[in-house]
């Protein structure tokens, strides 16, 4: 069997990153990251990364040998806007320039995964129908998501596409906008360090709706299946770990993890009350002996606001992929013990 070589696009990002660390495992697999920063964690040196921007097209020319092997493409990449309309114009051309870039310097191409998510399915605006199936309706654009999977479905007579939606996705990754694991481990790393006992910090509607979760790890799994499938063509398929929760059932299992007692829930706004902590977690860096990254790019208090503010159900049906063949899960207790203690093991937490 001849290798195959992936571009992950957005390769800082959670999905992005996982996706890279689950490639650069398989045999006969190349990865290939590019983003315009290197991962906090990772160098040149251990990892194939092109450092070039989507936005200028012309800057791949210097690394067109690298993209002559290119077989598979993960477009995990994302520019974020304070609004749905300021939304489409940058992430469209993100993914127009990564097409000409394909054309350009990537003879090779098979196919093209594109990630998307619950906004898929309007979860961004309210309650929605679940669990959300690939073949529900769109909702009243503006939605970047819809330009985007528009703008593959004009090219697939050159190069096949497949879309796969996560739900929240829970992993590793530092830097990140949207990142639950660590904005909540460190968190919970706070709480337990001021002598707190761990408490959700959401809304009473967010602590008892029904939820689902991606494990990041899982997902790599499922891009490689879809990847390789040949019936995954021109598909989309919405991506889970094969179980829903609510946070009032599964936030004692995250104590035991962290080894914190539990108190009732009470709402606090993170983006306020955890902003000013950056001068404990540095002497919490110094005091457990934790990897030093800046407290500005280890947590996002405003994405873990809307996410704890989430008072509904958010759901996906994932019957589709398992009748297409992909049949690997996860529980979610069992994926925040895992992660979590990774986390501690790694020395970034406590």
Not at 48 to 69: G, M
Not at 112 to 134: C, D, M, N, R, V
Not at 207 to 216: H, N, Q
């Amino acid at each position: 069997m001849g290798e195959n070589t992936v571009l992950v696009a957005g390769a800082s990002g959670i999905v992005g990153y996982n996706a890279m660390t689950y490639f650069e495992k398989l045999p006969n697999w190349k990865a290939i990251g590019l983003s315009r920063r290197i991962p906090k964690n990772r160098t040149l040196s251990s990892s194939n990364y092109i450092p070039a921007d989507l936005y200028k097209p012309e800057s791949f020319q210097p690394f067109s040998d690298q993209l002559q092997e290119v077989t598979h493409v993960v477009f995990a990449a994302y520019q974020h806007r304070s609004n749905v309309s300021e939304l489409v114009a940058p992430n469209l051309q993100l993914l127009e320039n990564l097409v000409i870039v394909l054309e350009r310097f990537c003879p090779r191409v098979e196919r093209i995964i594109l990630l998307q998510g619950l906004k898929a399915y309007g979860s961004h605006l309210g309650p929605f129908k679940t669990p959300a199936k690939e073949t529900d309706p769109r909702h009243m654009p503006p939605n970047f998501y819809y330009n985007q999977e528009d703008l593959l479905k004009a090219h697939q007579d050159k190069v096949s596409w497949v879309i796969v939606r996560p739900s929240w996705v829970y992993g590793f990754a530092i830097g990140n906008p949207m990142n639950i694991l660590m904005s909540l481990t460190v968190y919970a790393s706070i709480s337990k360090h001021l002598g707190l006992p761990l408490r959700f910090p959401g809304t009473k509607e967010a602590y008892t709706s029904l939820m689902d979760a991606t494990d990041a790890q899982l997902l790599a799994k499922a891009i490689h299946w879809a990847l390789v499938t040949p019936e995954c063509a021109n598909q989309i398929f919405n991506i889970n770990n094969g179980d829903y929760f609510r946070w009032e059932n599964i936030w004692g299992k995250i104590g035991e993890a962290l080894d914190m007692d539990i108190a009732a829930p009470q709402y606090i706004p993170l983006s306020t009350f955890m902003r000013v902590k950056e001068p404990v977690w540095e002497d919490m860096v110094q005091k457990y002996g934790l990897k030093p990254y800046p407290f500005s790019e280890i947590a996002s208090w405003e994405f873990m606001d809307s996410a704890f503010s989430h008072g509904y159900d958010s759901m996906l049906d994932t019957i589709k992929a398992r009748e297409f063949g992909f049949t690997e899960f996860i529980s979610t207790e069992k994926m925040f013990t895992k992660q979590i203690s990774m986390l501690r093991q790694e020395r970034y937490i406590p």
